[in-house]
């Protein structure tokens, strides 16, 4: 079974900017989560999607905003881009228990 | 979701048992014990996670206390790519891990 995968791997934008990532769960899984990863703050929640709807949010500006679609692919828009963005995106997707989630390898963005 | 406190850094030798422990003293009924590691720069990868009992996998075992404030991760045969940062987590909302700092083990030959 081929694990979840992101695109794109590593991203260079300029303040002001917008982004969009991607990210492909596991085949049957239906759940998707974001995480942002920072040397400062650690690995923080963004947001859950399950069945194309949010189920769980974390405390991040509105800046940071998520989707689903109807094959559990999701993807993440930040807006407006800060040099805080700066981070290591991460996306899970959990098992059908909803016990475990695996971790795609991230997106590496860089905002200059 | 309950708060866990883990000590920053442990060495472990080469082939041997690598026991790292987490306190969570203010865990609730229906919370789940997971660990997660997370090798640099790689996403984090499931490990085991347990609710009362202890648990084993390929990869490790777990074991809870019988008053659940507190369980140990244990990498049988430490090896030199079990070095990496380990996450204790409890949780019971599905989909959402809320990470702490974590347990930066290095293995050494």
């Known amino acids: 079974k081929a694990g979840v995968t992101q695109t794109p791997r590593y991203l260079i934008k300029t303040r002001g900017q917008q982004v969009t990532l991607s990210c492909s769960p596991i085949?049957?899984?239906?759940?998707v989560s974001w995480y942002q990863q920072t040397p400062g703050q650690g690995l923080q929640f963004l947001f859950e999607y399950f069945s194309e709807t949010q189920r769980n949010k974390g405390n991040f500006p509105g800046r940071f905003s998520g989707r689903q679609f109807s094959n559990s692919r999701s993807e993440m828009n930040v807006s407006t881009l800060e040099l805080g963005d700066s981070a290591l995106y991460l996306c899970?997707?959990?098992?059908?228990?909803?016990?475990?989630?695996?971790f795609g390898p991230g997106t590496r963005l860089t905002v200059t | 979701d309950a708060k866990t406190t883990q000590p920053p850094s442990m060495d472990c030798a080469e082939g041997r048992a690598a026991n790292l422990p987490c306190n969570h003293s203010t865990i609730s009924g229906n919370e789940y014990v997971y660990w997660y590691r997370q090798i640099h720069s790689q996403g984090p990868q499931y490990i085991i996670h347990g609710l009362k009992n202890n648990e084993t996998n390929e990869m490790a075992s777990l074991i809870i206390t019988e008053d659940r404030k507190s369980s140990t991760l244990i990498l049988p045969h430490a090896t030199l790519r079990d070095t990496a940062v380990y996450y204790c987590?409890?949780?019971?909302?599905?989909?959402?891990?809320?990470f702490g700092q974590g347990t930066e083990l290095s293995v050494k030959p």
């Open positions: 987590i409890v949780r019971v909302d599905q989909g959402k891990l809320i």
């Open positions: 085949s049957g899984h239906r759940s």
């Open positions: 899970a997707s959990s098992s059908p228990s909803g016990r475990e989630q695996y």
